[in-house]
Protein backbone atom coordinates (compact mmCIF):
# COMPACT_ATOMS: atom_id res chain seq x y z
CA UNK A 1 0.00 0.00 0.00
CA UNK A 2 0.90 3.21 -1.46
CA UNK A 3 1.94 6.47 2.04
CA UNK A 4 1.20 9.91 1.46
CA UNK A 5 2.68 12.24 4.19
CA UNK A 6 1.60 16.03 4.08
CA UNK A 7 3.67 17.79 6.59
CA UNK A 8 1.54 20.38 7.54
CA UNK A 9 -1.86 20.57 8.29
CA UNK A 10 -3.10 23.83 8.04
CA UNK A 11 -5.49 24.70 5.15
CA UNK A 12 -3.55 23.86 2.19
CA UNK A 13 -2.33 20.23 4.00
CA UNK A 14 -5.49 19.44 5.48
CA UNK A 15 -6.99 20.49 1.83
CA UNK A 16 -4.73 18.06 0.39
CA UNK A 17 -5.66 14.92 2.17
CA UNK A 18 -9.08 15.37 2.31
CA UNK A 19 -8.89 15.57 -1.75
CA UNK A 20 -6.80 12.34 -2.01
CA UNK A 21 -8.99 10.53 0.90
CA UNK A 22 -11.79 11.72 -1.82
CA UNK A 23 -10.06 10.53 -4.65
CA UNK A 24 -10.05 7.45 -7.05
CA UNK A 25 -6.20 6.09 -5.87
CA UNK A 26 -6.79 2.91 -4.57
CA UNK A 27 -4.56 1.51 -1.99
CA UNK A 28 -3.24 4.86 -0.47
CA UNK A 29 -2.56 5.71 2.93
CA UNK A 30 -2.44 9.04 3.45
CA UNK A 31 -0.99 10.48 6.86
CA UNK A 32 -0.83 14.15 8.24
CA UNK A 33 1.72 15.96 10.95
CA UNK A 34 2.53 19.37 12.11
CA UNK A 35 4.83 20.79 14.97
CA UNK A 36 1.65 22.82 16.30
CA UNK A 37 -0.80 20.34 18.43
CA UNK A 38 -3.86 22.45 17.92
CA UNK A 39 -3.27 22.30 14.55
CA UNK A 40 -3.34 18.67 14.18
CA UNK A 41 -6.39 18.49 15.92
CA UNK A 42 -8.24 20.32 13.78
CA UNK A 43 -6.92 18.13 10.46
CA UNK A 44 -8.51 14.94 12.65
CA UNK A 45 -11.77 16.64 13.29
CA UNK A 46 -11.52 16.89 9.58
CA UNK A 47 -11.02 13.18 8.86
CA UNK A 48 -8.57 14.13 6.66
CA UNK A 49 -6.01 11.38 7.12
CA UNK A 50 -6.43 8.32 7.56
CA UNK A 51 -3.80 9.24 10.73
CA UNK A 52 -2.22 11.97 12.22
CA UNK A 53 0.88 11.45 13.62
CA UNK A 54 2.49 13.97 16.49
CA UNK A 55 6.22 13.02 15.87
CA UNK A 56 7.63 13.62 12.13
CA UNK A 57 9.81 10.48 12.12
CA UNK A 58 6.59 8.29 12.70
CA UNK A 59 4.81 10.45 9.25
CA UNK A 60 7.69 10.10 7.92
CA UNK A 61 9.53 6.57 7.57
CA UNK A 62 7.40 4.21 5.49
CA UNK A 63 6.37 7.18 3.06
CA UNK A 64 6.57 6.87 -0.73
CA UNK A 65 5.86 10.89 -1.24
CA UNK A 66 6.19 13.62 1.21
CA UNK A 67 4.31 16.91 0.84
CA UNK A 68 6.20 19.74 2.24
CA UNK A 69 3.00 21.92 3.32
CA UNK A 70 4.43 24.42 5.83
CA UNK A 71 5.75 28.19 5.44
CA UNK A 72 8.01 28.55 2.51
CA UNK A 73 10.85 29.63 5.19
CA UNK A 74 10.37 27.10 7.49
CA UNK A 75 10.95 24.47 4.64
CA UNK A 76 14.85 24.69 5.04
CA UNK A 77 14.99 23.68 8.25
CA UNK A 78 12.55 20.75 7.63
CA UNK A 79 14.56 19.16 4.80
CA UNK A 80 18.01 19.69 6.66
CA UNK A 81 16.69 18.07 9.67
CA UNK A 82 14.76 15.21 7.90
CA UNK A 83 16.94 14.79 5.56
CA UNK A 84 18.79 11.83 7.13
CA UNK A 85 15.42 9.67 7.50
CA UNK A 86 13.78 9.89 4.31
CA UNK A 87 13.04 6.27 3.16
CA UNK A 88 15.01 5.38 0.04
CA UNK A 89 13.26 5.92 -3.01
CA UNK A 90 10.81 8.07 -2.01
CA UNK A 91 9.66 11.53 -3.38
CA UNK A 92 9.39 14.88 -1.98
CA UNK A 93 7.58 17.54 -3.01
CA UNK A 94 6.10 21.02 -1.87
CA UNK A 95 3.12 23.39 -2.20
CA UNK A 96 4.88 26.11 -1.83
CA UNK A 97 4.30 29.68 -3.43
CA UNK A 98 7.85 30.35 -4.13
CA UNK A 99 10.60 28.24 -5.84
CA UNK A 100 13.88 29.26 -6.53
CA UNK A 101 15.17 28.90 -3.05
CA UNK A 102 12.99 26.02 -2.52
CA UNK A 103 14.66 24.43 -4.99
CA UNK A 104 18.16 25.36 -4.25
CA UNK A 105 17.33 24.30 -0.74
CA UNK A 106 16.35 20.43 -1.73
CA UNK A 107 19.70 20.65 -3.90
CA UNK A 108 21.49 21.27 -0.82
CA UNK A 109 20.52 19.37 2.18
CA UNK A 110 18.31 16.55 0.74
CA UNK A 111 19.99 13.45 -0.06
CA UNK A 112 20.74 11.66 -3.71
CA UNK A 113 18.32 8.50 -2.90
CA UNK A 114 15.42 10.34 -3.09
CA UNK A 115 13.51 12.48 -5.88
CA UNK A 116 12.43 15.99 -5.34
CA UNK A 117 9.73 17.71 -7.90
CA UNK A 118 8.55 21.11 -6.75
CA UNK A 119 5.09 21.94 -6.63
CA UNK A 120 2.24 24.55 -6.48
CA UNK A 121 -1.31 24.05 -6.84
CA UNK A 122 -2.65 27.33 -8.24
CA UNK A 123 -5.48 27.64 -5.05
CA UNK A 124 -6.35 28.63 -1.81
CA UNK A 125 -8.16 31.22 0.29
CA UNK A 126 -7.30 33.89 2.81
CA UNK A 127 -8.85 32.07 5.71
CA UNK A 128 -6.33 30.09 7.37
CA UNK A 129 -6.01 26.75 9.17
CA UNK A 130 -7.51 23.24 8.64
CA UNK A 131 -11.23 24.25 10.20
CA UNK A 132 -11.25 25.86 6.08
CA UNK A 133 -9.90 23.31 4.29
CA UNK A 134 -11.90 22.06 1.27
CA UNK A 135 -11.08 18.96 -0.75
CA UNK A 136 -12.50 20.40 -3.91
CA UNK A 137 -10.33 23.76 -3.72
CA UNK A 138 -7.91 22.42 -6.43
CA UNK A 139 -10.65 20.90 -8.98
CA UNK A 140 -10.10 22.49 -12.49
CA UNK A 141 -7.13 24.75 -11.30
CA UNK A 142 -3.36 25.03 -12.51
CA UNK A 143 -1.13 22.84 -10.14
CA UNK A 144 2.61 24.03 -11.07
CA UNK A 145 4.96 20.82 -11.41
CA UNK A 146 8.61 22.30 -11.41
CA UNK A 147 11.08 19.15 -11.70
CA UNK A 148 14.59 19.96 -9.92
CA UNK A 149 17.68 19.16 -12.24
CA UNK A 150 17.95 15.60 -11.28
CA UNK A 151 14.69 14.38 -10.74
CA UNK A 152 13.75 11.16 -12.07
CA UNK A 153 10.91 10.67 -14.52
CA UNK A 154 9.02 8.19 -12.36
CA UNK A 155 9.33 10.39 -9.73
CA UNK A 156 7.80 13.44 -12.21
CA UNK A 157 5.06 11.09 -13.44
CA UNK A 158 4.41 10.34 -9.60
CA UNK A 159 3.89 14.00 -8.53
CA UNK A 160 1.70 14.32 -12.24
CA UNK A 161 -0.46 11.82 -10.84
CA UNK A 162 -0.89 13.23 -7.68
CA UNK A 163 -2.16 16.66 -8.80
CA UNK A 164 -4.58 14.85 -11.07
CA UNK A 165 -5.79 13.14 -8.22
CA UNK A 166 -6.32 15.75 -5.95
CA UNK A 167 -8.37 17.27 -9.21
CA UNK A 168 -5.79 19.59 -10.11
CA UNK A 169 -4.49 20.25 -14.27
CA UNK A 170 -0.34 19.50 -14.15
CA UNK A 171 1.32 22.52 -15.99
CA UNK A 172 4.69 21.98 -16.42
CA UNK A 173 6.97 25.12 -15.72
CA UNK A 174 10.83 26.42 -15.53
CA UNK A 175 11.82 27.45 -11.88
CA UNK A 176 12.07 31.03 -12.94
CA UNK A 177 9.20 31.49 -15.28
CA UNK A 178 6.76 30.29 -12.08
CA UNK A 179 8.59 32.76 -9.82
CA UNK A 180 7.82 35.49 -11.90
CA UNK A 181 4.28 34.68 -13.76
CA UNK A 182 3.28 33.96 -9.89
CA UNK A 183 4.65 37.51 -8.33
CA UNK A 184 2.69 38.61 -11.42
CA UNK A 185 -1.19 36.90 -10.49
CA UNK A 186 -0.58 35.89 -6.98
CA UNK A 187 1.85 37.76 -5.08
CA UNK A 188 1.38 41.41 -6.64
CA UNK A 189 -2.39 41.10 -5.94
CA UNK A 190 -1.99 40.60 -2.16
CA UNK A 191 0.73 43.17 -2.05
CA UNK A 192 -2.43 45.67 -3.47
CA UNK A 193 -4.07 44.79 -1.42
CA UNK A 194 -2.73 44.93 1.45
CA UNK A 195 -0.93 48.45 0.31
CA UNK A 196 -4.50 49.82 -0.21
CA UNK A 197 -5.23 48.75 3.13
CA UNK A 198 -2.49 50.96 4.63
CA UNK A 199 -2.90 53.92 2.93
CA UNK A 200 -6.52 54.12 3.34
CA UNK A 201 -6.84 53.13 6.71
CA UNK A 202 -3.67 56.05 8.15
CA UNK A 203 -5.46 58.38 7.05
CA UNK A 204 -6.39 61.06 9.69
CA UNK A 205 -10.05 60.87 7.97
CA UNK A 206 -10.30 56.89 7.83
CA UNK A 207 -13.17 56.65 10.85
CA UNK A 208 -15.18 58.89 8.25
CA UNK A 209 -14.04 57.16 5.04
CA UNK A 210 -14.52 53.50 6.88
CA UNK A 211 -18.29 54.09 7.03
CA UNK A 212 -18.28 54.45 2.89
CA UNK A 213 -16.25 51.46 2.00
CA UNK A 214 -18.93 49.31 0.46
CA UNK A 215 -18.28 45.63 -2.07
CA UNK A 216 -15.61 47.36 -4.40
CA UNK A 217 -13.31 47.89 -1.10
CA UNK A 218 -13.94 44.43 0.50
CA UNK A 219 -13.72 42.92 -2.69
CA UNK A 220 -10.31 44.56 -3.64
CA UNK A 221 -8.65 44.48 -0.45
CA UNK A 222 -10.05 40.48 0.54
CA UNK A 223 -6.40 38.84 -0.19
CA UNK A 224 -5.03 41.65 2.91
CA UNK A 225 -7.44 38.83 5.34
CA UNK A 226 -4.59 36.30 4.11
CA UNK A 227 -1.87 34.88 6.46
CA UNK A 228 0.33 36.98 7.72
CA UNK A 229 2.97 34.93 8.02
CA UNK A 230 2.56 33.46 4.07
CA UNK A 231 2.26 36.58 2.62
CA UNK A 232 6.10 37.62 4.48
CA UNK A 233 7.57 34.03 3.38
CA UNK A 234 6.09 35.02 0.16
CA UNK A 235 7.69 38.13 0.07
CA UNK A 236 11.17 37.17 1.50
CA UNK A 237 11.58 34.62 -0.71
CA UNK A 238 10.63 36.14 -4.30
CA UNK A 239 11.97 39.78 -3.67
CA UNK A 240 13.23 40.50 -6.97
CA UNK A 241 10.25 39.27 -9.04
CA UNK A 242 7.94 40.79 -6.98
CA UNK A 243 9.61 44.37 -7.21
CA UNK A 244 10.06 43.85 -10.64
CA UNK A 245 5.95 43.34 -10.65
CA UNK A 246 5.42 46.36 -8.50
CA UNK A 247 7.72 48.51 -11.02
CA UNK A 248 5.31 47.81 -13.83
CA UNK A 249 2.26 48.38 -11.77
CA UNK A 250 4.10 51.73 -10.79
CA UNK A 251 4.61 52.15 -14.73
CA UNK A 252 0.67 51.48 -15.17
CA UNK A 253 -0.32 53.32 -12.74
CA UNK A 254 1.61 56.43 -13.90
CA UNK A 255 0.06 56.29 -17.16
CA UNK A 256 -3.59 56.85 -15.41
CA UNK A 257 -2.24 59.91 -13.45
CA UNK A 258 -0.74 61.64 -16.56
CA UNK A 259 -4.12 61.63 -18.01
CA UNK A 260 -5.91 62.74 -14.87
CA UNK A 261 -2.86 65.64 -13.92
CA UNK A 262 -3.34 68.13 -16.55
CA UNK A 263 -2.38 71.28 -15.33
CA UNK A 264 -6.08 72.62 -14.68
CA UNK A 265 -7.63 71.32 -17.92
CA UNK A 266 -9.93 68.69 -18.58
CA UNK A 267 -8.54 65.56 -18.47
CA UNK A 268 -8.80 63.92 -22.45
CA UNK A 269 -12.20 62.10 -21.94
CA UNK A 270 -11.42 59.51 -25.04
CA UNK A 271 -7.89 58.63 -23.57
CA UNK A 272 -9.30 58.05 -20.30
CA UNK A 273 -12.15 56.01 -21.55
CA UNK A 274 -9.53 53.99 -23.86
CA UNK A 275 -7.98 52.54 -20.47
CA UNK A 276 -10.97 51.50 -19.08
CA UNK A 277 -12.00 50.12 -21.85
CA UNK A 278 -9.09 48.54 -22.78
CA UNK A 279 -8.84 46.73 -19.79
CA UNK A 280 -12.43 45.62 -19.75
CA UNK A 281 -11.37 43.48 -23.16
CA UNK A 282 -8.48 42.30 -21.27
CA UNK A 283 -10.55 41.07 -18.67
CA UNK A 284 -13.15 39.39 -20.51
CA UNK A 285 -10.98 37.44 -22.96
CA UNK A 286 -9.27 36.24 -19.96
CA UNK A 287 -12.40 35.06 -18.09
CA UNK A 288 -13.93 33.50 -21.47
CA UNK A 289 -10.42 31.64 -21.96
CA UNK A 290 -8.59 33.50 -24.77
CA UNK A 291 -5.45 33.64 -23.64
CA UNK A 292 -4.74 30.04 -22.35
CA UNK A 293 -2.35 27.83 -24.89
CA UNK A 294 -5.62 25.92 -25.82
CA UNK A 295 -6.73 29.01 -27.46
CA UNK A 296 -3.56 29.72 -28.85
CA UNK A 297 -3.44 25.86 -30.13
CA UNK A 298 -6.48 26.66 -32.15
CA UNK A 299 -4.51 29.68 -33.95
CA UNK A 300 -3.24 28.68 -37.48
CA UNK A 301 0.04 30.52 -36.87
CA UNK A 302 2.95 27.51 -36.09
CA UNK A 303 4.89 28.35 -32.79
CA UNK A 304 7.88 26.33 -31.11
CA UNK A 305 6.71 24.40 -27.88
CA UNK A 306 6.24 26.17 -24.46
CA UNK A 307 8.49 24.46 -21.37
CA UNK A 308 4.68 23.33 -20.15
CA UNK A 309 4.04 21.80 -23.45
CA UNK A 310 7.64 19.80 -23.87
CA UNK A 311 7.03 18.73 -20.18
CA UNK A 312 4.11 17.64 -20.89
CA UNK A 313 4.55 15.91 -23.80
CA UNK A 314 8.02 14.17 -22.41
CA UNK A 315 6.80 13.23 -19.12
CA UNK A 316 2.89 12.62 -19.02
CA UNK A 317 2.93 10.05 -22.11
CA UNK A 318 4.96 7.89 -20.33
CA UNK A 319 6.03 7.58 -16.77
CA UNK A 320 2.56 9.44 -15.62
CA UNK A 321 0.36 7.04 -16.86
CA UNK A 322 2.88 4.00 -15.38
CA UNK A 323 2.78 6.01 -11.65
CA UNK A 324 -0.94 6.12 -12.01
CA UNK A 325 -1.93 2.36 -12.76
CA UNK A 326 0.77 1.92 -9.93
CA UNK A 327 -0.84 4.20 -7.91
CA UNK A 328 -4.50 2.34 -8.62
CA UNK A 329 -3.43 -1.03 -8.10
CA UNK A 330 -3.01 -1.94 -11.66
CA UNK A 331 0.80 -2.62 -11.43
CA UNK A 332 3.06 -3.78 -8.45
CA UNK A 333 4.75 -0.61 -6.70
CA UNK A 334 9.05 -1.28 -7.52
CA UNK A 335 9.53 0.31 -3.81
CA UNK A 336 7.77 -2.19 -2.22
CA UNK A 337 10.15 -4.79 -3.08
CA UNK A 338 12.67 -3.22 -1.35
CA UNK A 339 13.40 -3.87 2.09
CA UNK A 340 11.68 -1.30 4.29
CA UNK A 341 11.64 -3.16 8.01
CA UNK A 342 15.14 -1.63 9.60
CA UNK A 343 14.31 1.45 11.53
CA UNK A 344 18.02 2.90 10.95
CA UNK A 345 18.18 6.05 9.21
CA UNK A 346 19.24 6.13 5.81
CA UNK A 347 20.92 8.35 3.58
Known amino acids: MAQVTVIGTGLIGTSLGLALRASSLRNLTVVGTDA ?41 ELME ?82 AEAVGGVPYFISVDEHDSFVAAVSHLPFVLSTALIGCTSKSANWSDIGQLASSGYRDITRLASGDPVMHRDICVSNAQPIVAWIDAF ?76 MMSGDLPNPRRSNNRDSDAPRR
Open 36 to 76: DSAVRSGAQKRDAFDRVEGRLGNAIAEADIIILATPVLAMR
Open 81 to 162: GMADYLPEGCVVTDVGSTKTQVLQWADEFLPDSVDFVGGHPMAGRETPGPENADGTMFAGKPYCVIPSPRASERAVGEISTL
Open 250 to 325: IRELYEYRKLLDTDGEPPDTDAVGTLFEDARVARNRWMAGDVNPRARELQNTPEYPTFSQSMGQMFLGGWADRARR
